[in-house]
């Protein structure tokens, strides 16, 4: 900056900049209205329906780490409703005067043909075995291992073949 100003060419090369006039944009000729936030309110929501669910399942292709995310809440929340489910009537039972005590479930369960036993019992120690395995990950991530792609992938697949192994072992149990 020095040499411009030794020069004197300071005043000619302030001439010579572009205008401002050259950056100005041109005026919208979009005319905008006010509406009340029930209209904005209804605008949002018609909008929201057309959108897709996150995974977009048409986008992305099914990747083991997203199944195993959705697998696990559906199988925690299936382990819990039901859990819930039998300690409720389990305690409503008296009341109703329906015979749900540990001899009636025994005398129940033993009256049943080999293969619905192995049917119930495969129906619970899955989720059971997937849900438990899959929570032991969890874990292990929490202490900041098995955090890169390939080893998040890897723990994955061991935990799908642990469940099948572990509801083999709980089925002939």
Avoid: C
Wanted: glycine share 6%; charged share 15%.
């Amino acid at each position: 900056m020095l040499a411009v100003r030794a020069i004197g060419l300071r005043p000619a090369l302030r001439a010579s900049r572009p205008s401002a006039a050259l950056f100005r944009t041109a005026k919208r000729q979009i005319k905008t209205e006010t509406i009340s936030q029930a209209e904005a309110r209804l605008i949002l929501d018609r909008q929201r329906l057309h959108r897709p669910s996150s995974p977009h399942f048409t986008i992305y292709e099914p990747q083991v780490t997203w199944l195993l995310s959705i697998a696990h809440r559906v199988t925690g929340s299936a382990l819990s409703v039901g859990l819930y489910a039998f300690f409720l009537s389990y305690l409503a039972a008296p009341v109703v005067g329906i015979p749900l005590d540990s001899a009636h479930i025994v005398e129940f369960v033993h009256g049943l043909p080999e293969w619905m036993k192995y049917a119930g019992k495969t129906v619970i120690a899955a989720p059971f075995a997937f849900h438990s395995l899959n929570g032991v990950r969890h874990l292990v991530w929490d202490t900041t291992k098995l955090l890169n792609n390939n080893a998040v992938r890897t723990s994955g697949y061991a935990v799908l073949a642990g469940a099948i192994a572990g509801t083999a072992a709980l089925v002939v149990m």
